[in-house]
């Protein structure tokens, strides 16, 4: 609808602006005309609580003609559709003010300061979420004027009804009980398509109002310098608490698979909303649960593919969808997808060697001396720096959730079955989500697929997959979620796709908390690092964290566990989990001293290597690369509005850009 209408409005815009936005005093009309009272006839204005305005108008247009052409009449014309609803009508409604001012007895009436400020306290923040400055032509100071100087009131009408969308200072600071109060009032989601830069503005105004669970931090930037920001969601934002399990979920790794993207950015408004209402779920959840998410690992692709494709259809705001491949590598046209490093071969030659483990493998040297995309090295930094201990990451191509390993152990034999030690696991988790989508479990066409769950290989062979990487070298257990066919649907399927999503989304989060946790300590109390959580029948050990910590992720059943570590004895546990529970099993160890073990000793020494990160120093290579991109495409990149208002043709409406 928005595009329609900025379309016919085209049609009849253009004429050069009679007011120079920059230059106080030079909103004189050109020509020194009679001031006439006439009819308020300009359609965007007819409900103003007057009938009768004047031109030449407090902004110089000499005729209706005139202000009906210019781009400040086409911002009103189009704002509530800009803003989403918010602040409508007041941001027209005084606009109108000053593009056709109250007449009475062959004089103009200048709008009340008082209500421009009012207007502009409580609807800023709409214009820093699309990136709009405030209109130069609602400046309360130059186009507005005091009680004392004979102004009127443009929205008196809108205040006089209590049933109306306008509330006075006083009605905010004394609500009554049927009104909630602000801060506990949901805001709503705006089922829409988002530009990178409208995510990081979503991101951070939903940080400003949950900011004690709440807060927003980059883990580097992409190729083409756009910043790779994380939302995390905690009762103590930014810090690790101990015991409490952290998880994460990243979207838009590959950019044409735009869905996944927007379903994060959805989740993190619905967090925030819920917890301010009082949800005693997701209280809980906030308040046991580290969530950190990354809506959008690969943005430089995201925008190729929302902007490109030449047979693609578009949305309102000029979001493409449908571009098919464009967009799905990054801007250095790597697909970060197979861009880690490939550990699952590694596992696979070796697996027959005698107390070869398979978890905790270190990055081969050769991996540094490919090309390795600054989006991945800095989700490996991410992943390494923070005890992740599940993970999802969300695509498109199918409807259904896979599970490691993403390649196939048979060399001549692609797409066949070929599962990880934890493959009970990994199933568990991928159907806690398959079965909580409203259709995923009866909607796969995939024919290896088991009601939307499928082992990886068998799906799609592929190395240097991020999912393998997660589990085999570090304790995180990924999954990846595939949510259908259309991977950048029509934006009126959005809101649908949440519906079907959102309970998975909720329920896949709180199976962080499954299997058992505890802390390993020494005799004298002391936390051990790295001690290895082995289960016996699975060939895969979780290690501690600084202070000994750890979680290990098990399906329900009775598990022979142990802790060990170099220079104390080994500690073994008998451990059932009854079905249905619904917080881990709090499982400690105590270890005592004992001689080093031979196979322990080769462990740290796997450990030690295991430390070594890139080792020839690529980081200052990737952050002086992002660093020069990221002044390109600042100078380059718009809002996603800005074609509209410079399709008028004449001067660009430069006014309406932020200024840093």
């Known amino acids: ?212 669970i709440s807060r927003t931090y980059s883990i580097g930037r992409s190729a083409g310098g756009r910043e790779l920001l994380v939302i995390e969601f905690s009762d103590s934002p930014g810090e690790h608490q101990l015991l409490e399990p952290e998880m994460k979920l990243i979207g838009n790794i590959h950019g044409n698979e735009a869905l996944g993207g927007q379903l994060l950015i959805y989740l993190a408004q619905y967090l925030c909303s819920e917890y301010l209402q009082g949800n005693e779920r997701i209280q809980t959840l906030v308040n046991n649960t580290r969530i950190h998410i990354l809506p959008s690992m690969n943005p430089d692709g995201y925008e190729a593919a929302a902007t490109g494709g030449g047979d693609s259809g578009s949305d309102e705001e000029g979001y493409s969808y449908g571009s098919r491949n464009i967009g799905r590598n990054n801007g250095q046209n790597i697909d970060l997808n197979r861009n880690f490093p490939d550990l699952t071969t590694i596992v696979y030659r070796r697996r027959r060697q005698k107390g070869f483990r398979i978890d905790h493998i270190p990055i081969p040297d050769n991996y540094w001396f490919g090309k390795v995309a600054p989006e991945t090295y800095a989700v490996m930094k991410w992943i390494r720096s923070i005890p992740f201990v599940l993970s999802a990451s969300f695509h498109g191509g199918d409807l259904m959730v896979s599970y490691p390993y993403d390649l196939s152990q048979h060399q001549r034999g692609q797409n066949m079955f070929s599962p990880a030690p934890d493959d009970k696991v990994f199933k568990l988790l991928a159907r806690t989500y398959a079965d909580s989508h409203k259709t995923m479990s009866v909607g796969s066409s995939h024919a290896g697929s088991q009601k939307g769950v499928i082992n990886g290989a068998q799906w799609s062979s592929i190395a240097g997959g991020m999912q393998d990487f997660n589990y085999l070298h570090t304790n995180c257990f990924e999954v990846t979620v595939s949510l259908g066919g259309d991977k950048f649907p029509p934006e009126e399927e959005l809101a649908l796709s949440w519906q079907d999503n959102q309970e998975a989304l909720i329920a896949f989060i709180e199976a962080a908390h499954r299997g058992i946790k505890g802390i390993v300590k020494d005799e004298d109390g002391k936390g051990i690092k790295g001690a290895r959580i082995s289960v016996r029948g699975i060939r895969h050990d979780v290690t501690t964290t600084e202070n000994g910590v750890y979680w290990r992720l098990l399906t329900p059943g009775v598990h022979i566990v142990s802790a060990s570590a170099s220079g104390y004895t080994r500690a073994t546990k008998k451990v059932h989990l009854p079905a249905g529970m619904l917080s881990a099993g709090r499982v400690d160890f105590v270890l005592q001293k004992a001689p080093p073990d031979s196979d322990l000793q080769e462990a740290e020494r796997i450990v030690s290597t295991y430390e070594r990160f890139d080792p020839y120093n690529q980081y200052t290579q990737y952050t002086m690369m992002a660093d020069a991109n990221q002044q390109r495409v600042e100078r380059a990149e718009k809002p996603w509005w800005w074609s509209y208002f410079v399709s008028l043709g004449g001067p660009a409406p430069t006014w309406l850009l932020k200024r840093d």
Request: proline share 8%.
């Open 1 to 212: 609808m928005l595009l329609v209408l900025l379309q016919m409005l085209v049609l009849s815009c253009g004429a050069q602006p009679r007011c120079d936005p920059q230059v106080t005093g030079r909103c004189k009309p050109s020509v020194v005309e009679k001031p006439q009272c006439t009819d308020v006839m300009l359609s965007y204005c007819d409900d103003m609580p007057y009938t009768r305005t004047m031109f030449p108008n407090i902004l110089g247009h000499s005729t209706r003609v005139d202000a009906e052409t210019a781009t400040e009449y086409l911002l009103i014309s189009v704002v509530e559709s800009l803003l989403g609803g918010q602040c409508n009508p007041e941001i027209r409604m005084l606009g109108c003010s000053v593009l056709a001012p109250r007449c009475e007895g062959s004089k103009v009436l200048r709008p009340c300061r008082s209500a421009c400020e009012a207007t502009h306290k409580k609807c800023s923040q709409a214009f820093e979420g699309i990136e709009m400055a405030w209109p130069y032509f609602l400046d309360c100071d130059r186009f507005f004027v005091s009680d004392e100087e004979g102004c009127y009131d443009p929205l008196d009408g809108l205040k006089a009804s209590t049933d109306g969308p306008f509330f006075t200072a006083e009605d905010e600071a004394a609500p009554t009980s049927e009104a909630p109060q602000p801060e506990q009032a949901a805001a709503p989601i705006r089922f829409t398509y988002h530009s990178s830069s409208q995510m990081i503005g979503v991101l951070k105004k939903t940080e400003d109002r949950c900011p004690d």
